[in-house]
């Protein structure tokens, strides 16, 4: 999983990432392909 200050761009690089938040954290998830995971903070 990879921590970034911007996971806008990150969004964009594959179609089945999705923008969550989770307990005040921002997640990239991707269940095709997971190597896409990242955290905000």
Known sequence: MKVRNSLKSLRAR???NKLVRRKG???I????????????G
Do not use: C, G, M
């Open 25 to 27: 954290r921002v997640f």
């Open 29 to 40: 998830i991707n269940k095709t392909n997971p190597r896409f995971k990242a955290r905000q």
């Open 14 to 16: 594959h179609r089945n």
